[in-house]
C-alpha cells in the first residue's frame, strides 16, 4: 500500500495539483492512490518528487514503505 493520498492531503495539496505537475491523468492518480495500480519505481520517483515540489517534505519510503511483512529472498 501506499501513502499519495495521506501525505498529499497533509501537505494540503489538492490533487488537481498533483496531476497538473506529474501531466497524467486524474484516473491514473486516483488508481495509484487508492491502491487500485502500482505504479512502477519510476513513476514513484516522479510522484514523490512531485509531492517535494508542492511543498510535501517526504523520502520514497515516506510515500512507498517497505513491507516489513513479507520475507525477503535471500
Known sequence: MNRIAELRKGAGIKQRELIARLG?????VSNY???NRMPG???CR?????LNDL???CALD???PPELDEPRAA
Request: no cysteine.
Open 33 to 35: 492512490e487508492s491502491g
Open 62 to 64: 515516506d510515500v512507498f
Open 46 to 50: 516522479a510522484i514523490t518528487a512531485a
Open 41 to 43: 519505481l519510476s513513476e
Open 24 to 28: 497524467w491523468t486524474q484516473t491514473r
Open 55 to 57: 511543498g510535501a517534505k
